[in-house]
Each structure stands twice: as structure tokens, then as C-alpha cells.
């Protein structure tokens, strides 16, 4: 949904409508006289809507007479992905470079500004799927490095971005994006979040630490616990029946098929070093118990469909 195929003289006109029907009634000015462009790509993901919002600068406001005018509350968070903004609500300004994030809520007054092009992901979600109540505390609060709100950013951003390959596959995601969101909220309130937030804030730490060290093939329980602050006992907990050993395991062969297909001569023994595995042999087994084909049938299968869609 984009301003680019509509004439300029009624550009914003069509902007203000496209943002109210997107999101909650809004009123909204742009900045400066250059002509207005600005483009919405919206993912519903369950509960939760994902919406990439790229724009120029603007001036938003939700109103005390807009609010008595919607019936359903959202709690909303704004990541940005790029530029400079600022959201305003409850007597604070939260102001949100690359990366940072903060809350706002349809139920009371806020403005969202910015002085410059920017582009931010704009996440909804009923405040009925919460376990907040009182909101009031957590609101334009900058939730940047140091904090939750990176490795939740980072997730969003993530689900976004695979919900809009295959939305079937993601839907098992939502209760675990709507338990970082509500963690990420706790720490913008200084409260101590619920065992369902805290434990959806673990599991997204853990996660992103397996991504990033899945090639270290001496990586076990105890390292992954003692990088991500857990017991061991908390760890488990917080993976349930999978475990560390099979999250990893699942980790690098998703990264073996990849590199199967694009990193078509490289050697299947360099190619299971890569991935983590400490020998060729566990390899092999490792990959034909996940896929039901040695790392070498499933190399020529793709080549095989490659070749045909040509």
C-alpha cells in the first residue's frame, strides 16, 4: 500500500486514510513542503499484526475524540529499523534510533514524530492477549542496546520476515511473540515480568545465541547456560522436551541444507565442520535421520529441481 501511484495534491490525504485503516484512528501532518511518500506493508500474523511503514517525515497523533470512536485497545510498539523518531504518551518522549523500540496505547493520547525519512516496524496487538493491565508506566519508554528490547526487536523483525514466506509455518510463533512483547513491557515498567514473559525472553536469548555459535562443535548445555545467565536446570526448563542438543542439532542441519544447495563445491566433510558436527560420519547420520537422504542425495534432488524449473 504505497502513495506513489496517487497524485501529489491528494498524496497525504490518501496517507492519513491508509494509516487509520491500518492501525487506530489517527490525525496526521507532514513535515516540511516536499511532496509526501510513504509506503505500508502489512503481515498479519495471528493476534499480532506486523506492519513495515516507510515514510517521510510526519507528525501523527491519536486525539481524546478519536480514541471514544474505536472499540477494540492495542497495545503498540514501534521498532525502528532506520532514520530518527519519537513517540510521545503519558508525559514522556522516547526518542528511537536504529534498532530501538518503544510502547504506546490506543486507549490514551500519543504523537508519534519525524524530522527525517525513516522506516519502522509497527507491531499490534489486542491488549486483551496480555497479561498487562496498567500500561501507563511502560508507555514511550526507548527500549535500546542493553536491553530486552534488542533481542525482542530482532525477533519481530524475524517473524515478519518468514510470515511472509510461509504464514502456516509461523502461526506456532504468535504465543511466543505476544510472551516477549509482554517481557520486553514489563522492563519498560521496571516491573518484574510473569513466568510466561520471563520465560519467552529466556527462550529468544538462548535462541539467538545457538544461532550465532552453532559452528563451535564443543558448544554443550553448560556453555549455552553459562552465556545466556541460566542454570542448567533453568535452561531445560525453558527449552522443554526439545533440549540444547536437539535445537542445535535442528540449527545446523537447516544451515547444512543451505549451504548443500548455494555452496554447491564444497566438500561435504568442509561443509559438516562448518555446520558444528564434529566429524563427517555423525554428519551423515545426523542428516539422513532429520531428512531421510545422506547430505549427497539431497545436494543432487535440489540440483535436479533446479535443473527442471530451468
Known amino acids: ?6 497524485p501529489a495534491r491528494e498524496g497525504f490525504a490518501y496517507w492519513r486514510d491508509l494509516i487509520c485503516a491500518t492501525f487506530v484512528r489517527l490525525t496526521a501532518e ?9 509506503r505500508i506493508e502489512n503481515v498479519p500474523c495471528g493476534a499480532v499484526d506486523l506492519s513495515t511503514v516507510v515514510a517521510d517525515p510526519q507528525n501523527v497523533r491519536r486525539t481524546r475524540s478519536l480514541i471514544g470512536r474505536d472499540t477494540e485497545e ?5 521498532v525502528l529499523l532506520d532514520g530518527c523518531a519519537s513517540v510521545e504518551q503519558d508525559g514522556r518522549v522516547a526518542v528511537l534510533r536504529a534498532g530501538a523500540m518503544a510502547f504506546y496505547d490506543s486507549t490514551r493520547p500519543y504523537s508519534l514524530h519525524s524530522v527525517e525519512p525513516s522506516s519502522q516496524l509497527v507491531v499490534q496487538v489486542p491488549k486483551r492477549e496480555l497479561s498487562i493491565r496498567d500500561t501507563s508506566g511502560l508507555t514511550a519508554r526507548a527500549l535500546g542496546g542493553g536491553t530486552p528490547g534488542v533481542v525482542v526487536s530482532k525477533f519481530l523483525t524475524s517473524l515478519r520476515d518468514a510470515t511472509k514466506e510461509d504464514a502456516a509455518q509461523t502461526a506456532v510463533l504468535v504465543p511466543h511473540a505476544i510472551g516477549l512483547l509482554s517481557a520486553a513491557a514489563s522492563f519498560a515498567a521496571s516491573a518484574e515480568p510473569g513466568a510466561c514473559a520471563a ?5 529468544q536469548r538462548v535462541s539467538d545465541f545457538l544461532h550465532r555459535n552453532f559452528a563451535d562443535p564443543g558448544l554443550d548445555a553448560s556453555a549455552v547456560a553459562h552465556a545466556c545467565n541460566l542454570s542448567r536446570r533453568s535452561l531445560y526448563r525453558t527449552l522443554g522436551a526439545e533440549g540444547v542438543a536437539a535445537q ?3 540449527i545446523r542441519i537447516e544451515r547444512a541444507k543451505e549451504m548443500l544447495v548455494h555452496a554447491t563445491g564444497k566438500p561435504i566433510g568442509s561443509l559438516a565442520a562448518a555446520c558444528g558436527f564434529g566429524s563427517e560420519s555423525g554428519f551423515h547420520r545426523a542428516f539422513r535421520e532429520a531428512t531421510g537422504q545422506t547430505p ?5 534432488a535440489c540440483r535436479e529441481v533446479g535443473t527442471r524449473r530451468k
Do not use: I, N
Not at 500500500?1 to 496517487?6: A, E, L, Q
Not at 507532514?30 to 510513504?38: A, T
Open 1 to 6: 500500500m504505497s502513495t506513489v501511484d496517487v
Open 30 to 38: 507532514p513535515v516540511g513542503d516536499r511532496h509526501f511518500h510513504g
Open 74 to 78: 492495542y497495545l503498540l510498539a514501534s
Open 199 to 203: 520465560d519467552a525472553l529466556a527462550r
Open 248 to 250: 542445535l542439532r535442528r
Open 296 to 300: 549427497g542425495e539431497y545436494r543432487r
